[in-house]
């Protein structure tokens, strides 16, 4: 089991509980803590992660008790992450609420940049583990990586669906950088990641159970009516990456 001292876990929770709810048991029954930032969710929604810090024992973050500001706050989110995780010397673990780990999915992630990092002499920036649907094929956001065999360093964009970033990597990238008019920011970091000089791996080895856009059901128009979503993405200013 990994050290939970050397980690700080978050989980950005938006409605869509009874996914997140999964999502959250998942990670605590590996063993772990976990930080849950509630991004102005519902009441009931509220509420119901309120009674799971009291049952697992996790820290809930509402966000609309310390930021004025609507939702998605991603980029903030990251802000106080990095902050923390860096003061603490702890490598950060973002798993989304829509995933659902194994038992063995954290202590994989650290184990595999670990190993790199010893063994070939080289820095590793971020570590992802793999979405697949229920059927155990890949799926979004790393349809690209349905031809890859085996473990290894990738060059195209990672999610944070299930990454850890290094403490390396975020002492080298202020988070503070970020574009405050754009939404989503796991693209944009991981192709810093590799331009700063450190090598991003994908584990193919590691899978996750993805159930995308849970907490965002409109997103689930990118698949079914893709010219509705797209004009909604251009029209609301809405999924900026």
């Not at 990454?163 to 405050?180: C, M, S, V």
Request: aromatic residues 8%; proline residues 5%.
């Amino acid at each position: 089991m990994t050290n939970d001292k050397l980690l700080h876990i978050i989980m950005p929770v938006k409605d869509s509980i009874e996914t997140a709810e999964q999502a959250i048991r998942a990670i605590v029954a590996s063993g772990h803590s976990l930080c849950v930032y509630d991004d102005y969710s519902t009441e009931e929604t509220a509420r119901r992660l309120d009674a799971l810090h009291n049952e697992l024992g996790i820290e809930v973050v509402h966000i609309r008790e310390v930021l004025d500001h609507p939702s998605p706050n991603y980029r903030w989110v990251l802000i106080q992450a990095q902050r923390q995780a860096i003061e603490k010397k702890q490598d950060l673990i973002i798993v989304e609420s829509d995933v659902i780990v194994k038992p063995d999915t954290i202590d994989r992630l650290v184990e595999s940049q670990k190993t790199v990092s010893l063994k070939e002499n080289r820095p590793i920036g971020m570590v992802a583990a793999v979405t697949v649907n229920k059927e155990g094929e890949i799926n979004f956001p790393y349809e690209y990586a349905q031809k890859i065999r085996q473990d290894g360093v990738c060059k195209k964009r990672f999610s944070f669906c299930c990454t850890l970033l290094t403490n390396a990597f975020l002492k080298t990238y202020d988070f503070e950088q970020l574009d405050p008019t754009k939404s989503w920011y796991d693209v944009h970091i991981s192709h810093m990641s590799v331009k700063l000089g450190f090598d991003n791996i994908l584990q193919i080895s590691n899978p996750v159970l993805h159930k995308p856009h849970s907490s965002r059901p409109w997103k689930q128009l990118k698949y079914t009516n893709p010219l509705l979503y797209y004009w909604r993405k251009l029209t609301q200013h809405r999924d900026k990456i």
